[in-house]
Structure formats: C-alpha cells, structure tokens
C-alpha cells in the first residue's frame, strides 16, 4: 500500500469572467514509488478506461488510442497511467497488449479492478479477462466472445459486473462477471436490441443497472432500460437526443447517474450536453462545460465525491488529455 504525506490540491478553474480556486485540503497523496517511470500534467487519448482504486485512493487509466508522434500517427496505447491529485504517473508494471475500446470496472467487494475485450491495430479483437490490484495478472477463464465497446458497469446491489453488447461476433448474449468467472446469462421476453457504444451505470435509487443509446447498423439509438438482474425493462421516458460514444457515471453523493457527450450518425455530430437521471426521469443539466467529445472515460472519485472526466476525441479528430469533476451544478477542469 502507498504511504504518501498530506497535501493540498489546488484547482483553478474559470466559471464566467471570474477566477476561483478551490482547494481540496488535507488529502492524503500516495507518493511516487519505484514502479512508476514517468510524471507528466495531462495525456491526451481517447478509447481508454478509466476507474477510480479506492483501496489506493487514485484514478488510474489504461490503454486508449492518440497520437504517438509528432507525425500524428494513431495507435492504441498499453500504458497505465495514475493520478496522485496533482499530475500523471506512468507505471511500470506490463499488462494487457495495447488496444482501444475495452472497458475496465471496480470491484469494491473484491478491492481489484477487471478489464476485458478491447480491439488493436489490424481488427485484433480480445476477449481476454486482466486483474488491476496495483500490478495486472492476465486470468485463466472462459467468458464473453472477442469484442470492443461492450457496455459494462458494476451493479453494486448484486455484486456483480454486467456486460451487454459490443462490436464482435456473439454480442447478442449477456453476461456477467461474479468475482471468479463469467457467466453467460439467458435473456428472456424483452430485452435491448442488440449494439455497441451504449453507456450502463448503476441506479442507487432503483437498485438497478441503467443503460442508455449506442448503435446498431442502422441508426444510432436514444432508448433507455433497467437490468434487476434477471430481466430487462423498457422505461417509457423521453431523454438526450439518440447517440453513441457517450459516457455515463453514478453520482454516489447525489444518488444521480450523470451522462456526457457523445457522438450522432445523423446529423453528424458530437455533443457537449450533461444529462442526469435520478431514479425517474432525464434532466438536461448543463451546455457548457468540457467541449464536445466523443469517446472519454468516466468514473466516481469516492475520496472527493464527484464524477471526473477525463480526454476524449473532439471535432477535428484532436486527443484531448483535460481532467473535468462535476460538482452537480458545474463542470470544472482541474489545471
């Protein structure tokens, strides 16, 4: 475990024409240890996970796509990356290959974090399962078929993670994560149609697991359904516009599930919109704040209690590499 000395974190943040600076005081920083090789203010990606390690207190991000060169050139990442509150640290532990489009879950009940799926340079899909506790170990289990972009969230009332979609072959079929394997689970009477780049998070009020949009085929998708663990439900309620490529975060403190961004097939377009359920309805919350994106990363910082944000792709293709908290009111980009 990290034993580091407390500091205070300093954010500045423009809101209007004012300067304000908050200070979160008295937080206790893990210091830098041997496995980490590199300290940098921000990296610049997309395609990436994020998860908050709340045995470590830190953000921590693997993998993603952006440019590696001056020349621009785009291949995926296999870099793991730390936020100790103040900058970036790059450890040195190996993992998983480099890939984009996977997604990484924390499992509070076990104190690890379970990455799967993913794609790599030449339409290499994984269907690998990695353990993250500090160092990665690959695990020896069956589960889900090769894919990317899967929606997966941790259902806290179930102690499970749930993983629906994605782009591959036999991402009609559900599955679930139980702590030592992969379960695949058989859906009945009705249930999402099948796509990938949805967004799911978990419900603190309806003990459930929300998902909403992504895409098939055809069209980009804007419907939204509750998982209770043995089927799933259509909610007849109207919402953000039909996207894909958003991202979406439970709000713990505030019991809200908190959506960003994202991007539209028709028109052509990314959104800079935050939309918030609470357990009934979507309210559209905030225009301003990070600028349209698609494809970020999005996790619950239980230490400071707010949603973070962090990179994405914008309009001209650009990585961007800013770290955002909402405050429930706000976006703020922490400097």
């Known amino acids: 475990m990290y034993i580091g000395r407390p500091r205070n974190v300093v954010i500045v943040f423009l809101l ?131 894919r990317y972009s899967p929606a997966v969230a941790y259902d806290e009332d179930r102690k499970r993670t749930v993983l629906f979609g994605g782009s591959g072959k036999g991402t009609d079929v559900m599955w679930e994560w139980d702590g030592d394997a992969w379960h695949e689970i058989t859906l009945q009477a009705s249930f999402p149609e099948p796509r990938a780049r949805a967004a799911i998070a978990f419900d603190p009020n309806r003990g459930t697991v929300i998902l909403f949009g992504g895409f098939t085929a055809k069209q980009n998708l804007n419907d939204t359904w509750e998982w209770d ?38 028109p052509d377009m990314l959104f800079g919109d935050t939309w918030e359920w609470d357990g009934e309805r979507w309210s559209e919350v905030a225009q301003t704040g990070p600028e349209p994106r698609e494809m970020s990363a999005i996790t619950y910082n239980f230490s400071l209690q707010q949603v973070f944000l962090h990179g994405g792709r914008g309009k001209e293709e650009q990585a961007y590499g800013d770290l955002w908290f909402w405050n429930g009111e706000h976006w703020i980009r922490i400097k």
């Open 16 to 146: 209007g024409f004012s300067l304000n600076i908050f200070t979160f005081a008295n937080i206790e920083l893990p210091a830098t240890t041997k496995s980490q090789i590199k300290e940098v203010s921000s990296i610049a990606r997309h395609h990436h996970a994020m998860i908050y390690d709340q045995q470590k207190e830190r953000l921590v991000i693997f993998g993603g796509d952006g440019p590696q060169s001056e020349a621009q050139q785009w291949q995926p990442y296999g870099d793991t990356w730390e936020w100790d509150g103040q900058n970036w640290l790059q450890s040195s532990v190996k993992g998983p290959s480099p890939r984009a489009s996977h997604r990484m879950v924390y499992d509070p009940q076990r104190k690890h974090s379970i990455l799967f799926g993913g794609v790599s340079p030449g339409g290499k899909l994984w269907d690998d399962t990695w353990r993250w506790d500090g160092k990665w170990k690959q695990l020896e289990v069956k589960g889900p078929s090769a």
């Open 229 to 266: 663990g043995s089927q799933w439900k259509r909610l007849t309620v109207s919402g953000p516009a039909a996207r894909a490529n958003h991202v979406m975060a439970t709000d713990f403190r505030r019991k809200r599930i908190v959506l960003f961004g994202g991007w539209s097939r028709k």
